[in-house]
């Protein structure tokens, strides 16, 4: 995981880490799915997209396969979030109003 200033990505990576993600339970709803590919800059295979939307090996919720979003490997050089929490890192940013 890594941050991307306002928010988290995952990039791929060749070590195992640990990483807390959100599930959401879409069930068939495949509007609900376009709508959260849009969120995530997800058109599909073969477009250009800002995330891509992979399975998570060996991974299942209910039986059910579990899908996440992961970015290219060229922003593997941004800040890691070696927690792998992304709320716990966010307590560490400083707020500063000028």
Known sequence: MVSLGGFPGLVPSSETHRVY????DIGDDVERLRRLDGLE?????????FYDRVPIPDFSI???????????DSYA?????DSGDWAEH???FVR???
């Open 62 to 72: 209910a039986g059910e396969p579990v899908e996440v979003y992961v970015l290219d």
């Open 96 to 98: 500063r109003d000028w």
């Open 90 to 92: 966010r307590k560490s």
């Open 77 to 81: 050089a941004h800040t890691p979030v």
């Open 21 to 24: 993600l959100e599930v959401y």
């Open 41 to 49: 800059g997800y058109r599909g295979p073969g477009h250009s997209n």
